[in-house]
């Protein structure tokens, strides 16, 4: 899905840019009342804000995108004769909007989109009667919501694209760097760290076809009125509206679109980000000191800890496994959303405001986030040799096992005696080639040259190319 081509996007770098935050209102108790202050505070928290991202559910961008369906509505409905065309004209010419006009007006109507038409009123004049004509503020927010989790997610599908390349090269590039397998956290047989990060690749692959294929379930707006009759505005109306706006009409809603929708594009973003906390995890541990296979880089003049001048910490991975906690417990929100009274009710409403723009903010910045940690990501190749020497090559006892069964030993012997030359490994000096040789149902079957062939990596690497091509990685 392209950008919606009435939509002009912001000429801010991904880089970085001036960034306004979004209009909110303080609540003060005053004299037993409520009263309202304007500030200006960010719906997530600069810290974990890109700019892109930000303009799409900025107030100003919810704004234009209100104005836009009203003079789509009056424009398709003066082409349907049910208003005059000069009408049509003059309110697409004139009208517009202040935020911090609106925001005056919200105090005293305490309805937002009363506050938005009243405004725009005072600047389109009389022709304004035509605005919001048979519609209901739902088809103003849930179809601006349509085209905002659109644009949302063509931005995350860039996301993915450009982490899949960073990820797609350094796959290449470690492609045959050897290094131990774990399975419970102990190792268990050797791979390559190109294989692993081919492996991440092929997960966040499946991460952009679930976003693609969500689109055209989110990609729905409606303007059917109070109950989803189409009582005081055709359908044709509606169904005009959406294709200029790029978004197919709901074939039925009721004052809403129903929030199963939006409940998996929820989750889709939590999966999503569960799938960046599990390699965020990964690097973690390869960054532990008894490990040390990858690191995170560490800038000149950066700071480990307060207290301890040495420290090099994962922070980066870190970062990224807490906000996926926060995306996944916005998937819980979503959900709770589904179920509402009757044709509509306001309880979801809150809750859209804040989950909808902060998921959308926050996997963004995990996104591009991850893509350069693993882009600048620091790999040992050393240390994963030296820590594939550790287990003096119990990693090789698949491979003598089977082997012996090949022979004709009975499987549950050939396991006992390839088990006690790995056991006296693990407790002694010698490696597990060596304890292999003192066994004499092993050795009655395999010569020492033998063991020596099968105590080989590349055993473990034959298929590598084959896996690479499958997967498309060339």
């Not at 004209?89 to 009208?95: F, L, P």
């Not at 105090?107 to 937002?112: I, P």
């Not at 774990?182 to 991440?200: N, Q, V, Y």
């Amino acid at each position: 899905m392209g950008q919606l081509p009435w939509l002009l996007r912001p000429s801010i770098s991904r880089q970085g840019g001036p960034i306004t935050s979004f209009p909110a209102t303080a609540i003060q108790r005053k004299s037993g009342q409520l009263a309202f202050t304007a500030l200006r505070l960010p719906a997530v928290i600069d810290r974990y804000t890109l700019p892109e991202m930000r303009a799409i559910w900025s107030e100003q961008r919810k704004y234009e995108i209100w104005l836009e369906i009203e003079l789509l509505a009056c424009e398709a409905m003066a082409e349907a004769g049910l208003l005059p065309a000069e009408d049509a004209a003059t309110v697409r010419q004139k009208a517009r909007f202040d935020l911090a006009e609106i925001a005056e007006i919200e105090k005293r109507t305490n309805h937002d989109v009363i506050a938005f038409l009243e405004n725009v009123a005072s600047y389109a004049g009389p022709a304004a009667r035509w605005l919001h004509q048979g519609m209901t503020s739902s088809d103003v927010l849930d179809t601006t919501l349509a085209v905002q989790m659109t644009e949302a997610s063509d931005l995350l599908l860039k996301d993915l694209t450009e982490l899949q390349e960073a990820v797609a090269k350094r796959a290449h590039e470690f492609k045959w760097t050897p290094m131990i397998g774990r399975s419970h956290g102990i190792h268990a047989e050797p791979i390559t760290f190109g294989l692993k990060l081919a492996l991440m690749w092929d997960e966040f692959r499946r991460a952009e076809q679930r976003l693609r294929e969500i689109q055209p379930r989110i990609r729905v707006g409606k303007l059917s009125g109070a109950v989803g009759t189409h009582a005081h505005l055709p359908p044709a109306i509606e169904e005009e509206v959406c294709r200029r706006l790029g978004l197919a009409p709901a074939a039925l809603s009721t004052q809403i679109i129903q929030r199963d929708r939006h409940a998996e594009y929820q989750m889709t973003l939590a999966l999503i980000a569960s799938s960046i906390d599990r390699w965020a995890t990964e690097f973690r541990h390869l960054q532990r000191t008894e490990v040390l296979e990858v690191e995170e880089y560490f800038s000149a003049g950066q700071k480990g800890s307060s207290a301890m001048p040495h420290k090099r910490n994962p922070i980066t991975g870190e970062k990224l496994s807490g906000l996926a906690r926060v995306v996944r417990g916005n998937a819980v929100a979503a959900l709770e959303n589904v179920a509402l009274w009757h044709e509509r009710d306001i309880s979801h409403s809150s809750v859209e405001r804040i989950i909808m723009p902060d998921s959308s903010i926050l996997l963004d910045y995990m996104l591009v986030t991850l893509r350069k940690l693993v882009e600048r990501l620091i790999v040992y190749p050393a240390n994963m040799e030296r820590n594939l020497r550790i287990t003096k090559g119990l990693y090789f006892s698949q491979s003598i096992l089977l082997e012996l069964t090949r022979r004709g030993l009975e499987r549950k012997a050939a396991y006992e005696a390839v088990q006690r030359a790995a056991m006296a490994t693990w407790q002694g000096d010698r490696t597990l080639q060596d304890n292999l040789l003192s066994e004499p149902e092993i050795t009655a079957l395999l010569t020492s040259e033998e063991i020596e062939r099968l105590c080989s990596l590349d055993i473990h690497f034959q298929h590598i190319d084959d896996t690479f091509r499958k997967l498309g990685l060339g």
